[in-house]
């Protein structure tokens, strides 16, 4: 006897904007807006699944029709249970119009959905669903250190400040923003060393902002202040130059925010540049290929960091995952995955949800963790009142 059909009858997108309280950048741009990209699905029985895509601004409003024009009519009446036959459904019909970037931006905000109807149809967390939890807490780091457009002597003082207090507030870790150029950014990360001590662990993020040469000569004054990553230091594209950086540094080289499904993560994760995986689950291709990336890093001991931007949503999946990933490689003490948090202003991640995560909190709380829900499905779901606030599509 089988199963009824649990049919997918709905998929939506809802792209939220708001200003920001000041003018934030990183070494690529400077921005004044904050968005996000949520993706609705409904089934058949009433099931309501929440999901995230990775993308800003314009590129949000593109890949919310890439949702609901290209992809929904592909898995409306699909079984919302049959979450990986609809991810290589989608992905087969899209891969001659791009294997990475913005179609898998956008289907990954689908299956992360179908993955929240699955935990909540089985009564079980996403974490629960992949196979259990290892932990019930995560450490967290916090990044701030944002670029503003003020001159670096004036930003190295600001970051002096801000990096004691994330450290005050009880992260175990903070990351900094770089790209103004080598001498202007030694002298910002120095700046950090300075502001959180000797005993405490400071990453940067170049966003791509160098080519191999300013690369090496930034990395090497890390190397001195005894950072733990040097994180997207050249264009992602540049394998060779990851390569090249890997082996003269001392310091930790991290990145893939940029990489796409187990076929492009397979060739970056060979070409032998990376000390620190950072895959981006809202952008990957979602949880189905986020698991496949996972086993691929952890097969080459390549620890995994995961990469966090957006919205309590995206917030609510890496906790899922991070209760999930094995430790590596184990043992009594084993170093444990962090939560990446972004501790500037962002009311779509402490504002949205109908009973929210309250990440600070629990770090002051807890001496730098956060409890993982364990309730079923990604265990959040946003306020309606609140999405029609600040829908824009």
């Not at 004036?154 to 207090?165: H, K, M, N, P, T």
């Amino acid at each position: 006897m089988g199963f009824p059909v649990m049919q997918i009858t709905r998929i939506r997108s809802h792209v939220l904007r708001c200003d920001m309280p000041e003018t934030l950048g990183y070494s690529q741009q400077y921005y004044t807006q904050r968005t996000a990209h949520l993706v609705e699905v409904e089934t058949s029985d009433g099931v309501i699944g929440w999901g995230e895509c990775f993308g800003p601004g314009a590129v949000a409003r593109a890949n919310a029709h890439i949702v609901e024009d290209v992809i929904a009519p592909m898995v409306l009446g699909m079984d919302a249970r049959d979450r990986d036959v609809i991810w290589h459904k989608v992905y087969n019909l899209l891969r001659d119009h791009g294997q990475k970037g913005m179609p898998l931006q956008a289907l990954s905000g689908v299956d992360i959905a179908l993955w929240d109807i699955a935990g909540q149809i089985a009564g079980l967390s996403v974490s629960r669903l992949i196979g259990g939890r290892f932990r019930d807490r995560v450490p967290v780091y916090g990044y701030g250190m944002m670029l503003r457009p003020e001159p670096a002597a004036d930003l190295a003082a600001r970051f002096v400040d801000e990096a004691a207090a994330i450290r005050d507030a009880g992260f175990r870790a903070t990351k900094m923003k770089v790209g103004m150029g080598v001498r202007d950014d030694i002298l910002l990360a120095q700046a950090v060393r300075k502001g959180v001590g000797d005993d405490f662990d400071f990453m940067v993020d170049a966003n791509h902002a160098y080519d191999v040469n300013d690369a090496l000569e930034v990395g090497r004054a890390l190397d001195d202040l005894g950072a733990y990553w040097f994180e997207e230091p050249v264009a992602p594209e540049d394998r060779a130059g990851y390569a090249t950086l890997r082996a003269a540094l001392k310091t930790r080289i991290a990145g893939g925010e940029a990489e796409f499904t187990r076929w492009g993560w397979r060739d970056l994760l060979a070409s032998g540049g990376l000390s620190i995986a950072q895959p981006e689950i809202c952008a990957l291709g979602g949880i189905s290929e986020y698991l496949r990336v996972l086993a691929l890093c952890h097969a080459q001991f390549t620890p995994v960091v995961n990469h966090v931007w957006g919205s309590a949503i995206a917030v609510a999946t890496n906790l899922q995952l991070l209760a999930a990933m094995p430790p590596l490689p184990g043992g009594l003490f084993p170093r444990e995955p962090l939560l990446e948090f972004d501790t500037t202003e962002n009311r779509f991640r402490d504002e949205m949800l109908t009973d929210p995560l309250d990440i600070q909190g629990q770090v002051a709380a807890s001496g730098g963790t956060v409890a993982i829900p364990d309730m079923p499905g990604l265990g959040v779901a946003p306020d309606r009142d609140f999405l029609a606030h600040y829908r824009i599509n």
